[in-house]
């Protein structure tokens, strides 16, 4: 288990705020490069080789797609490189501003992956249970449906290919019919799961006034520490990013604020911030061989 998810909910949370936030609105290359090669190491962590694979034959494609998307559509910038059969002008400045918009885009994809391993549904209601229960209720039976609906999708293809009605075998229109099937069984099965919660949540005095909620996250003194290192990052980022320290522009042409003391350290503060669950790991990893080798 990844030792950031042991930490209290509010603090997976708030760091999660300050990273995606700040991986939308800073389009600094060293910023860029920071949260996609931190998000990209740490779903590693959390996910193991899978999360290698996924990163490259799903988040890959889209980045190649959107840095080679943006020149055909804009044009704007001083440096022309040549000019494209319609006769619109690649630029330089275009083309490195579709290189940032697709790291970007895929360091925030990368970032709500690790979100969705670590803010699990009971995460969400300790947080919004009391202040908003509706919604957190929401929220945690669509993140628990998504892979309950999956692995149900799994067992019913299974059960219909040991009858020789799955959908890669037959023709095109038995192909269709088992499809139409396997639909029929899960939607089927979707409605018998809603009625059975619903019963669930009546029996259990869902609503009434005065019902408690449990919770199983204590918020210690490690929490504290987390949190207040979290927000001193954060805040500390906000304000270099307010000052001017992480601006960057792309057009007419590329340019940054210039290099200061300032500025060096908001880079910093910015990367021990993205780096800090990494740096929680392994510094667990490194104790956990310590204590090993003398006992």
């Known amino acids: 288990m990844n030792e950031f998810k042991t930490y209290h909910p509010i603090v997976s949370f708030a760091y999660f705020g300050f990273v995606i936030a700040f991986s939308m609105v800073f389009m600094h290359p060293f910023c860029l490069a920071v949260s996609l090669v931190c998000a990209f190491v740490f779903s590693v962590m959390l996910k193991g080789r899978k999360a290698v694979k996924t990163n490259l034959l799903y988040m890959l494609p889209v980045m190649l797609l959107t840095a080679l998307a943006n020149p055909l559509f804009s044009h704007a910038g001083t440096t022309v490189l040549c000019y494209l059969p319609s006769g619109n002008p690649l630029t330089l400045e275009s083309v490195e501003y579709g290189l940032a918009a697709a790291a970007m885009l895929v360091g925030v994809l990368c970032w709500f992956s690790c979100f969705n391993a670590v ?64 639909l029929s069984v899960l939607t089927t099965w979707a409605l018998e799961n809603a009625v059975d919660t619903a019963d669930s949540m009546k029996s259990r005095g869902y609503g009434l006034p005065g019902r408690t909620a449990f919770s199983i996250f204590t918020f210690d003194r490690r929490d504290k520490a987390a949190l207040a290192c979290i927000f001193v990052l954060g805040a500390y980022v906000c304000v270099g990013g307010l000052c001017g320290a992480l601006d960057f522009h792309y057009f ?44």
């Open 119 to 182: 803010m699990t549904s009971d995460k969400l209601v300790c947080l919004f249970g009391r202040a908003i229960p509706s919604l957190s209720l929401i929220l945690s039976m669509t993140l628990r449906f998504v892979p309950h609906y999956a692995a149900q999708l799994k067992t019913v293809v299974r059960a219909q290919k040991c009858l020789g009605r799955d959908m890669s075998s037959g023709s095109l229109v038995e192909r269709a019919k088992h499809g139409l099937s396997i």
């Open 252 to 295: 007419p042409a590329v340019g940054g604020a210039e290099y200061s003391f300032f500025g060096a350290s908001v880079f910093a503060a910015y990367l021990a911030l993205c780096a800090l669950p990494i740096v929680i790991e392994l510094w667990e990893v490194r104790r956990w061989k310590a204590i090993e080798s003398n006992t």
